[in-house]
């Protein structure tokens, strides 16, 4: 393998985007991976900066981990496959131009991806990439991929660069070590056929949609991405790289997986020849009777309406919580915000202009074309960077469009008679905001701030950071949060059955609860069960919603609760009432007739409970009986004080056996226990 290069010529484009950080994405390809965590991470750096490019933090504080983690199988074809290690059996295998992704036990990260192109007529090439890894630990301390090591992540701010070797039939190639998730390359190409020095492509094995021609500000600018998708193995031992590996692969079914399509349109300027990306998710019905959430998503300065869709990898991550059952099925809608025909600069992008084609152009072609809602409720906005910064001309200038509100690694700039605007504009109104950004660009108090304004006036506002620095792949990393935590859940009630129970202590009771969820469709109606105000650690709930109440079981009242998986803040719950026992004394009696049989035969036991004395409140005893017999318990209600119990013999032995009855007691009459009969099997 050859050594490592960095190489920092570029052109002034170049070098100023990649200050910046590149980013990276993509959809279509087959799966290689699926596994499942979901963490709530919240890092905080200790570094503090004012610099319009954040320094890289030192130090990060602990990480949340909320969710549960599994494994699923790895399936691959194509570009970006993975196979294993050796690669063919017999022979020479087959050039796979493209990414493909190996497991290596001996790579770092569990496993090596290869990188072939296809140019015999170049001269030189060059893998490129936000590929170079910083450390949560070290701060802004640069690695290369063959040093990776937990705690490390692969991230934009430093274009990695690595030559690539032709071999006789003009195939580049060239190996490294990735870890898990989609991640961000493309190459650097020196083609005299082609006037290309230096000209940076995306692979021509990708398989994404993307504007036709030279119409997208990254293709005009030498500035496109592309992504390949790692799997995670377990030596790379972090939660992170699970979860993005769960959510930023392809899914293997490609019925599951929803469509990009990009569609020209003019700009509230008149300028024609842009295109917005279109991901409608998979099996979208343009006849269904609800119309579809839709989400609105702004790329960062030197973006375009690709970002979104490839670097930061929405599809992937939608198509992934929509199978999950995690979200309602999406639409998602970008926008080239560049509407200065060929310009190339910062000017191009005017927030305001953006802010106005958004609302007054984007939005009524959408909503005319697409089955998509046009309730504020069922809009959001999210913007990486300048497109986090454009959110706030949007909800100032457009405060009952959207609902929700994403700024990623991007802040609104409003002052405080803006944020009282914005609270009489939306009343009584829901409205939601998130913040966040990567360790590596500084810590969260600007977000915290603008979020406690928020709060401040009634609404709601999250803020949270991911391992990332200023690129697509933190930005992919904050949009999973923001999306899987905080949109629509489609998750409308929870509701729990039986309401009530009413129950007596000292007795081991077992009682059923049922959930009932009302979801959207295709979201999971699927509970989480717990019990409040126990005392006793026998005192338990199952998975499944199955009560078993201790006898030892001090408590005057329990809560059984039933609460959303896919929307915590939607749950219900059933009041179970444990009061003494009475003090009436009862009279219990059990007899089966025959009290003998041949061995394989069933008893038929009659037990009957009765007061001492007869209660006019209560004439009939309820609650139940515990029979054991041959080593087996069974317990039943009473009806009408009564209980007709079977006691089979098979595989018992000759033998006497006692039946011993147990009384659970009620609110009326006390419990009792007692042996009262001893049956014969022959």
């Known amino acids: 393998m050859m050594s490592p290069t960095l190489d920092s010529s570029a052109s002034p484009a170049i070098d100023r985007h990649t200050t910046w950080g590149s980013v990276g994405g993509e959809i279509g390809r087959p799966s290689v991976a699926s596994v499942r965590i979901r963490p709530d991470i919240r890092i905080r750096p200790r570094e503090e900066t004012t610099e319009e490019y954040p320094q890289m933090r030192k130090e990060i504080g602990r990480r949340r981990l909320r969710r549960a983690i599994s494994l699923l199988a790895f399936v691959s074809l194509g570009a970006g496959a993975i196979v294993s290690t050796p690669a063919a059996a017999a022979g020479r295998p087959p050039i796979v131009k493209g990414a493909t992704v190996t497991a290596d036990r001996n790579s770092p990260t569990g496993y090596t991806v290869k990188f072939v192109y296809h140019n015999p007529n170049a001269t030189q090439v060059r893998l490129a990439g936000d590929l170079t890894l910083l450390d949560v630990n070290t701060g802004n301390t640069r690695y290369q991929p063959e040093a990776w090591q937990p705690g490390r992540y692969h991230a934009g701010g430093t274009e990695f660069l690595r030559d690539m070797t032709k071999d006789s039939k003009g195939y580049w190639s060239v190996s490294v070590p990735l870890h898990a998730g989609s991640l961000s390359y493309w190459y650097r190409v020196w083609d005299p056929t082609q006037g290309w020095e230096n000209k940076r492509i995306w692979d021509p ?48 079914d490609p019925s599951r997986r929803g469509t990009v399509q990009y569609i020209p349109y003019t700009t509230i300027l008149g300028d024609s020849g842009h295109y917005l990306g279109v991901y409608l998710p998979a099996n979208y019905d343009a006849n269904r009777a609800e119309p579809y959430k839709v989400a609105y998503l702004a790329h960062g300065i030197f973006g375009d309406e690709t970002d979104f869709m490839v670097p930061a990898n929405v599809p992937n991550i ?51 074309k697409y089955n998509v809602s046009t309730e504020r409720e069922g809009r959001a906005y999210a913007g990486f960077s300048y497109g986090g910064m454009t959110g706030g001309v949007v909800i100032r200038n457009y405060p009952t469009t959207f609902a929700f509100y994403g700024h990623f690694s991007g802040n609104p700039s409003l002052t405080a008679q803006d ?148 929307d915590p803040t939607k749950a219900s719950s059933a009041q179970v009432t444990l009061r003494p026992s009475g003090t009436a004394r009862v009279v219990v009696t059990a007899k089966a007739a025959p009290a003998s049989i041949v061995r394989g035969g069933t008893f038929k036991l009659n037990v009957d409970v009765r007061a001492l004395s ?69």
Request: hydrophobic residues 40%; proline residues 5%; without cysteine.
């Open 205 to 252: 094995a990708s398989t994404n949609p993307r504007p036709p021609g030279q119409s997208s500000f990254r293709v005009r600018n030498n500035d496109v991405l592309d992504a390949v998708y790692v799997p995670y193995a377990k030596k790379q031992n972090d939660p992170v790289l699970k979860e993005r590996a769960e959510y930023e692969l392809p899914m293997a």
């Open 318 to 368: 939608l198509d992934n919580m929509t199978a999950n059952g995690e979200i309602e099925p999406t639409v998602v809608v970008t926008m080239g915000n560049h509407f200065t025909g060929t310009s190339l600069g910062f000017a191009s992008y005017n927030q305001t202009n953006a802010a106005n084609n958004l609302v007054r152009t984007i939005l009524p072609l959408i909503e005319e």
């Open 419 to 566: 944020y009282d605007n914005i609270a009489d504009a939306v009343g009584d109104d829901d409205l939601f905001v998130f913040l966040g950004n990567g360790v590596f660009e500084g810590n969260l108090d600007a977000q915290d701030a603008i979020a406690n304004n928020f709060r401040a006036r009634g609404f709601t506002a999250e803020t949270t950071q991911v391992p990332g620095a200023h690129d697509g792949m933190t930005a992919g990393q904050l949009f999973t949060i923001f999306a899987r935590d905080h949109l629509w859940s489609g998750v409308d009630s929870v509701s729990v059955t039986p309401a009530t129970e009413n129950l007596t202590k000292g007795w081991n009771w077992v009682r059923q609860f049922g959930a009932q969820v009302t979801t959207n469709e295709g979201v999971s109606p699927a509970v989480t069960w717990s019990v409040r105000g126990a005392t006793s650690a026998g005192t338990t709930i199952s998975a499944d919603g199955l009560l078993s109440v201790a006898a030892a079981e001090t408590a005057s009242s329990l809560n059984v609760v039933a609460t959303s998986v896919v």
């Open 614 to 682: 007869q209660h006019k409140k209560a004439p009939k005893a309820t609650g139940e009986i515990a029979v054991t017999f041959g080593g087996t318990t069974q317990v039943v209600p009473l009806t009408g004080g009564a209980a007709v119990i079977k006691l089979p013999t098979a595989g018992l032995s000759a033998g006497v056996y006692p039946v011993h009855v147990a009384y659970s007691g009620d609110p009326t009459y006390a419990p009792a226990a007692a042996v009262h009969q001893r049956l014969r099997v022959r």
